[in-house]
């Protein structure tokens, strides 16, 4: 499955037509949610007057069939305009809720994983995104230039489609839905696409790289290529956003508790702070889509480190810094392009300590403070730069492995923890991995073990 991104040209008739089809869905999603929280409380008040389980009100399945057998049955109360737009508006938005109850529910089980997700919230006109989805009617391309879909027809796009349209002539892709959305005042519709790709081969299928993620320098690689910069895109406009940013705040905005609209020059000032916003985040995609290409189609192995980056950025000195280098994207995208061209991705453990370890002797420091950019190892002498030692050591834990050597950890998950385990008898005392403490002749007057069998 691959997704093709196209902008579109939409004429002002057009755009209402998209904006009514938004519309129906956030209403859809929004009446379901009120629908299914009205069976919560109405349950959840029959059990606090001490109704039996068997007494109940039914409970309301959250299953997108259920909700829109529900929904047609109520249409035409609640929407008496629901023929102007597709059904596929209505289902889209059905489609949401049913999904963000399943996760709901998920996370209160303990099924999913991660942070707790809450009970599905209202859709509101101006928190939620613009966008709505078509999986049946007519979608297709017409030309290079123009795409076709449900009851909004032929609406021009902004650049050719032919990457897509050569494909879909060829028989090797098959369009499997349609997803228009609006950002920064631009409509884009995006294709969901079955496609047939023939078999690549990297450039180099044998060669290995360390590609080692910073926020001074984006990437250092272990073979000696120059550095990729980083160019901080969002420290670069943090200038023009402030002064956007202080126009929008003396206009008059808009204001929920007294319902007061906002006037037009503040939605004029709005939309150039917003664009760019929208500016600096495809100056970011495009310059690690081109990163990312460069690797997948050169290397048969490509190897990173498995980053924290959800800690990361909990930093308030390197929050901003972590976000504008875009750490998570550049993964997720080496995932699946290395796939695609035959290659490979390793992820070194997080717990691997690719920068404190010497590439020439192996010799692993105990601390090594961010601050410290050269890595000077006292058993070898090497002297090199921090982030070039750490791209190396990251190559040769691949090589190793692909050598035929086996798991290259003792624990299976791709690194050894350097920092020993806690005891679990003795407060701020530390066992070394491997060795077994004995308890007779130990002593606590400072703290540490001083006999280890």
């Known amino acids: 499955m691959q997704a093709y991104r196209f902008a579109l040209d939409p004429t002002p008739r057009q755009v209402g037509a998209l904006l009514r089809h938004v519309g129906a869905a956030r209403v859809a999603f929004s009446w379901g949610q009120a629908v299914v929280k009205a069976n919560l409380g109405q349950r959840e008040a029959e059990r606090s007057y001490g109704v039996s389980e068997g007494e109940l009100t039914l409970a309301l399945s959250w299953s997108m069939y259920s909700l829109r057998k529900a929904w047609n049955q109520a249409k035409g109360e609640v929407a008496p305009w629901w023929a102007k737009c597709s059904k596929e508006a209505y289902a889209a938005g059905l489609d949401r809720l049913a999904t963000s109850l399943k996760n709901f529910s998920d996370s209160t089980s303990g099924k999913r994983k991660g942070p707790r997700v809450g009970f599905p919230r209202f859709k509101s006109k101006r928190r939620s995104a613009p966008s709505v989805r078509f999986t ?36 090797t892709a098959r369009i499997m839905s349609a997803t228009v959305r609006c950002e920064a005042g631009r409509w884009f519709v995006s294709f969901t696409v079955e496609v047939e790709r023939e078999a690549r081969t990297p450039a180099r299928p ?18 000696g290529r120059p550095a990729a910069q980083n160019p901080q895109h969002y420290k670069t406009a943090r200038q023009k956003l402030r002064r956007l940013s202080r126009t929008v705040s003396r206009r008059q905005g808009p204001d929920r508790r007294t319902g ?47 980053l924290n980056v959800a800690g990361m950025v909990k930093n308030r000195r390197l929050a901003r810094a972590v976000a504008d280098a875009g750490f998570g994207e550049i993964r997720r995208q080496l995932a699946y392009r290395t796939v695609w061209n035959g290659g490979h991705l390793e992820v070194a453990d997080r717990w691997f300590p690719s920068s404190k370890t010497c590439s020439s002797c ?34 040769a834990l691949v090589k190793r492995h692909v050598a035929g050597s086996g798991p290259e950890t003792r624990n299976g998950r791709g690194a050894d923890r350097k920092t020993p385990p806690r005891c679990r008898w003795h407060r701020n005392v530390y066992l070394a991995r491997d060795l077994i403490p004995v308890r007779q002749g130990l002593s606590s007057s400072n703290g540490r073990i001083t006999e280890i069998r």
């Open 206 to 223: 044998d060669a290995v790289i360390g590609v080692d993620l910073g926020v001074k320098t984006l990437a250092v690689f272990s073979d």
């Open 260 to 306: 007061r609209r906002p006037s037009n020059r503040w939605r004029r000032a709005d939309a150039q702070r917003n664009k760019v916003h929208h500016q600096v985040t495809a100056l970011r995609r495009d310059k690690i889509h081109k990163l990312t290409t460069g690797l997948a189609r050169e290397y048969g192995t490509v190897v990173v480190e498995d």
């Open 362 to 395: 192996g010799t692993v420091k105990t601390k090594l403070p961010l601050r410290v950019r050269t890595y000077v190892c006292e058993t070898c002498g090497l002297v090199l730069d921090r982030d070039e030692n750490a791209a190396l050591n990251l190559a």
């Open 136 to 171: 049946t009617g007519t979608i297709r391309l017409e030309g290079r230039t123009y795409v076709v879909l449900p009851v909004l027809g032929r609406i021009k796009t902004h650049e050719s489609t032919r990457k897509l349209a050569r494909r879909l002539e060829a028989g």
